[in-house]
């Protein structure tokens, strides 16, 4: 019996024994798996979190990661479709920056600023200045989709003959920003006023020109104000003045001073304002010692304007008549519905017309026209007269044409006139033709003389 009880203690006391090592074990174990699968709910509830952002972001028209944005500008809301469909844009990239003061540009405080400085610039000079720079066409809708990198940007839409103006504008693509809507502004402004662009006669935009504004009320000249309350509106350095709010009625911009390196050419500069509208105007100036002339045409009859008549102008020198040159061409002036033309851009001094197709159902002029360019001859406009014909057009008169006059290309020369005004180069180069009749004439000449010599060897 003793025995038995001690065998049944030894039991109890392995089983114990074999309990606590196992608990010991087991325990430290299934602790660990406990954690683990905490740890695991963790992460999957920070991916999912994580995922949740990225689509609302994408929503939100950003992406995150890349640093870009994606827009859609519409161009529907300034004006009908068909007029802002297939439209050619121009985006700049101006910089990697989202404020106007980013833009480099000196006093731009706005991004009304930034495109107004920019305005002035041609699409060579933008393209030139800015590397980043793209064109689109908008699609069937008006509207063009993109994604830009970060940056503030500036947009031009090409001109199209009949359609809705849209006026340039800059805009910033920020990733952070929810908004990836833009609608441009049409050709309808806020408020009336004038907008005023100073250039030379060769396109370049003009700085530092100094004007009054008036306005004209019956015969009377009211002073317009400066925002300073001064008499004085500068352009500025893309040769502008804007001035916003202007009541409707008759202006007229006067030029009291160009800028340093030029000369008035139109003193006064009339315009008119209407509810709503925004006038643009362009003023050239003249470069110094450079100037310009105006002409009229009119019958000698009754004074009528004559349109339609063509002269070549042309300066006098030591070997005759220079035909003058614009962009590579000879100068030619034509008369238009009013009878008036202009010479423009020429230096000062003596020059002379020629006329080389004269008014339909009017007799050709004998001679030149001699005219003078200074500082202050636009200002007299020169009257020119053409007589009406009474002889059938290509018979000449007998004692109707004055010997040794000079007459331009383009038209016959007729029996006692000279030679036409030579080109820029001082020479008048023969064509193919005449240098093959030239070489004709000069080998039939050496071989004469060569039978010659030969007949009186032989003698």
């Not at 005023?196 to 306005?215: C, E, H, M, N």
């Not at 317009?224 to 352009?235: E, I, L, Q, R, Y």
């Not at 636009?378 to 000079?406: C, D, R, S, V």
Request: hydrophobic letters at 35%; aromatic letters at 8%.
């Amino acid at each position: 019996m003793l025995n038995l009880q001690s065998k049944l203690c030894k039991l109890v006391f392995a089983a114990l024994v074999f309990s606590m090592v196992a608990f010991g074990v087991l325990a430290p174990a299934m602790a660990m798996a406990k954690e683990a699968k905490a740890e695991g709910s963790t992460v999957d509830v920070s991916a999912e979190k994580a995922s949740g952002e990225k689509n609302a972001a994408d929503k939100a028209g950003t992406v995150v990661s890349t640093g870009t944005k994606s827009l859609t500008i519409d161009f529907f809301r300034s004006g009908k479709k068909a007029e802002v469909a297939g439209r050619k844009v121009t985006i700049w990239k101006i910089s990697d920056g989202l404020r106007p003061e980013d833009s480099g540009l000196k006093d731009a405080k706005s991004f009304q600023d930034v495109a107004r400085l920019l305005e002035g610039k041609s699409e060579k000079e933008l393209n030139a200045s800015y590397s980043s720079h793209k064109s689109y066409d908008t699609d069937a809708e008006g509207k063009l989709s993109l994604t830009l990198e970060r940056g503030l940007y500036y947009l031009r839409v090409a001109e199209k003959q009949g359609a809705t103006t849209i006026f340039p504008f800059v805009f910033v693509a920020n990733p952070g920003d929810s908004n990836g809507v833009i609608y441009p502004k049409g050709a309808e402004p806020t408020s009336s006023g004038v907008e005023l662009t100073k250039i030379s006669t060769d396109r370049v935009p003009l700085p530092g020109a100094v004007f009054q504004l008036f306005f004209l009320d019956k015969n009377n000249r009211i002073p317009v104000k400066n925002p300073s309350g001064g008499a004085d509106f500068v352009t500025d350095a893309v040769g502008k003045i804007v001035i916003k709010d202007l009541a409707p009625g008759k202006y007229v911009f006067v030029e009291t001073k160009a800028p340093a390196g030029y000369r008035i050419k139109h003193p006064e500069v009339p315009f008119e304002i209407t509810d709503k509208k925004v006038k643009k105007l362009t003023v050239e100036n003249y470069k110094d010692k450079e100037g310009g002339k105006t002409f009229k045409k009119v019958s000698s009859a009754d004074n009528k304007p004559l349109s339609g008549a063509q002269f070549l102008v042309t300066k006098k020198t030591e070997k005759g008549y220079m035909r003058m040159k614009k962009n590579g061409k000879d100068m030619v002036l034509t008369s238009g519905a009013n009878g008036t033309f202009v010479a423009n851009g020429l230096p000062d001094g003596d020059y002379y017309l020629w006329e080389i197709k004269a008014p339909a159902g009017y007799a050709s002029l004998s001679g030149s026209v001699k005219f003078t360019v200074s500082a202050d001859s636009l200002k007299k406009e020169l009257i020119i007269k053409n007589t009406p014909q009474t002889t059938p057009p290509g018979k000449t008169p007998p004692g109707k044409t004055p010997p040794g006059k000079t007459t331009p290309p383009g038209t016959s020369t007729p029996p006692g006139r000279t030679t036409p005004p030579y080109d820029d180069k001082h020479v008048n180069i023969p064509k193919t033709g005449d240098v093959q009749l030239l070489m004709m004439s000069v080998s039939g000449l050496l071989s004469g003389l060569l039978g010659v010599k030969i007949l009186k060897d032989n003698e």
